[in-house]
Structures are given as C-alpha cells and as structure tokens.
C-alpha cells in the first residue's frame, strides 16, 4: 500500500549538508513509522534514525545525534532526513522505510525506497 522514492543524495565535503526526501504513495501514510537506514560498500546495513507515526517521538543513532533529523510532512506524504556536519563515515546508500512499529530493527519495517547516494568527502 506504500511505496517510497529517496532523493536528494549527492556527493558534499565534509562539514557540508544534505536533505533527503522520501516521497511516499497511499492514503496511509500517515499511520506507518518511518526510518532511515544507511549501508556503505561492504558493510551491513545500519539504522540512522526513525519516526513514530504521530511525529512526536524520534530516536538516533549515536553518531548522528545532533547532526541528523528526521521529519515527516503527513500533508504532502514526505518523510525528510536533514544530514549537517556531514563526515566522510556518513558515505552511504540511504533508504527510507516505511513498518508498523517504531523500531531499530531493518526487519520489522515492510516498505522500502530504492536508496540514494550520499557521499563526503574529506
């Protein structure tokens, strides 16, 4: 019922600053928590930051906190990640989710964009 499409991605140096948008489809949207998540060539990927449906509970990830946030605009179905401080660890493909459940946990989220690339640069 959801479909989700990242964009906003690009290549910064480091101390520079990304917005991410996820754009998603359905009437529903706004009754799913939304996570970002985040997986580098070679690695896992890892949580970043999540949003419960209501918008008023958030969570991070410890190296992001204070540099990241995550928003959601339920009147034009956008769910948004503001990087700032951006460090060359933050290089990434970054995905939107979309589940049922405020979570950390990649397999609890059951809708997912097809990622975009952010890189920093030193």
């Known amino acids: 019922q959801v479909q989700l499409v990242e964009s906003g991605g690009g290549l910064v140096q480091a101390g520079g600053s990304l917005r991410l948008s996820c754009a998603a489809s359905g009437r529903t949207f706004s009754a799913y928590g939304m996570g970002w998540f985040r997986q580098a060539p070679g690695k896992e990927r890892e949580f970043v930051a999540a949003?419960?449906?209501?918008?008023?509970?958030?969570y991070y990830r410890d190296s992001v906190k204070g540099r990241f946030t995550i928003s959601r605009d339920n009147a034009k179905n956008t769910v948004y990640l503001q990087m700032n401080s951006l460090k060359p660890e933050d290089t990434a493909v970054y995905y939107c989710?979309?589940?049922?459940?405020?979570?950390?946990?990649?397999?609890?989220?059951?809708?997912w964009g097809q990622g975009t690339q952010v890189a920093v640069s030193s």
């Open positions: 949003m419960w449906p209501s918008g008023g509970s958030t």
């Open positions: 989710a979309a589940g049922l459940a405020f979570t950390v946990e990649a397999r609890r989220y059951d809708f």
